[in-house]
């Protein structure tokens, strides 16, 4: 039978009950066959509590110390699933990052993965047992403890996923799948059985909060077959039923996407608008306004630079709305008598919205009908950004729902 990957997240491992039901699932899978690797993450809410302890020591913890401690959620998460295992009466074993060991770079808490060593793993796997093994963190050259950053459990159970050449990873959550568009604003939105790795991608960088954006890189980078799938069902279900359930995030020609132009409607509050006015227009103009930026480690995400009118130009841009206030104080101390801005203006109340599918390469017409929908209902466009398989747009964020449903239905993303 096939090797399997199977990640499960806080809300999965949130107790002692839901570990053994973790555990049943897993001994499930085992019994038919599979050789099963497993990936938790820290028991709900323990990452946050172990940070808090932190912060009471220390205001601003040392980030080694801080990784050495944050960590240690993953390692009772495994072994508690490995007794969990062992109860009911499987060989399991449990594994910290570093014993694999999985090496990654020194960038304490943001750390990349750089290799995985699958001796270990193998060995055991091949002398039948279940190999779990921590996820969110590794260990660098000089033998410190790392971690991936918040979500990088998703990444963990895909680079080892990767390395083993797994058949599929499987990552289970508290949702049943990818869905057209989030469920609570759209009571109509529809799970997807398949989506591609680039719409994937798109929907997690643009809000989607269902699988961490660098862990959809590494499953498409590395082809990895990965399906996200509910941990809330029966343990028990029919094997069958479970293995086509959820939605797998699959190669292009493997998810008959022509039929559907339109994958998904994906939204983010987190946004804000910062408009530099009169700057002269010259070559070099936009790295002065965006390199202090830069350097005090902002994202940027849409940029727009109007047409010059007498040697001047309006030169805007959106960053995260939680950099708002950071962003224009370093433009208004950096910037803007430096290259003779006239004045920098915000707003931080508005939100992206934005339509994915891989359809649109083969498809015309897809941002006229977009901005059609939003003009009929009265939505202003304030920015727009474009990709191949994505076209966003910036609006006032008192519309985003609304637009929201009215893109949803005007692409009929509630038929099948």
Known sequence: MALIVHKYGGTSMGSTERIKNVAKRVAKWHDAGHQIVVVPSAMSGETNRLIGLAKEIMPQPDPRELDMLASTGEQVSVALLSMALQTIGKEAVSYAGWQVPIKTDSAYTKARIQSID????????????????????????????????RGGSDTSAVAVAAALKAAECLIYTDVDGVYTTDPRVVSEARRLKTVTFEEMLELASLGSKVLQIRSVEFAGNYKVPTRVLSSLTDPLMSLEEEASSGTLISFEEDTHMEQAVISGIAFNRDEAKITVLGVPDKPGIAFQILGPIADANIEVDMIIQNQSVDGKTDFTFTVPRGEYVKAMDVLNKNVKEHIGAGSIIGDSKVSKVSVVGVGMRSHVGIASQMFRTLSEEGINIQMISTSEIKISVLIDEKYMELAVRALHKAFDLEKA
Do not use: C, S
């Open 118 to 149: 699958d001796v270990r793993v193998r060995k055991d796997l091949e002398a039948g047992k279940v190999v779990i093994i921590t996820g969110f963190q590794g260990v660098d050259d000089r033998g410190n403890i790392t971690t991936l950053g």
